[in-house]
Nanobody
C-alpha cells in the first residue's frame, strides 16, 4: 500500500507556472514508475507525464515543451513543473505509481485552475 501527499495545485493565470509535488510513503521500495494524470470535467482521465526509476520520461503531446516531470528517488517524491499554462490545462491532477508487479496506486488529486 502506497500513501501520497500531493501539494502545489491552485489558481494560475494563462502563461503562468505551477509546481506540483507528490511524496509517497508506505510500500515504496517496489515503485518503478511515477506518473501524473489529469481529469477535466466531463473528460476521461489522461496521462500527463511519467518517469521511470531510471529517469526515462513520457509526455502527452499537449504538454511537451511546457511541463517537466522529475523525481527524487531518495525522497520517493515526484514533481511536475508546469510552465506556459493554458486554460485547457485546468483539471484535477492525480499522482500515480506503478510498481514492479504493475500494480497501481493513486493520490487523492489536486485541483489546477488556469484563468484566461
Amino acid at each position: 500500500q502506497v500513501q501520497f501527499v500531493e501539494s502545489g495545485g491552485g489558481l494560475a493565470q494563462a502563461g503562468g507556472s505551477l509546481r506540483l509535488s507528490c511524496a509517497a510513503s508506505g510500500s515504496t521500495s517496489s515503485i518503478n514508475v511515477f506518473g501524473w494524470y489529469r481529469q477535466a470535467p466531463g473528460k476521461q482521465r489522461e496521462l500527463v507525464a511519467s518517469i521511470s526509476r531510471g529517469g526515462n520520461t513520457v509526455y502527452a503531446d499537449s504538454v511537451k515543451g511546457r511541463f517537466t516531470i522529475s523525481r527524487d528517488n531518495a525522497k520517493n517524491t515526484v514533481y511536475l513543473q508546469m510552465d506556459s499554462l493554458k486554460p485547457e490545462d485546468t483539471a484535477v491532477y492525480y499522482c500515480n505509481t506503478r510498481n514492479v508487479w504493475y500494480l497501481e496506486s493513486w493520490g487523492q488529486g489536486t485541483q489546477v485552475t488556469v484563468s484566461s
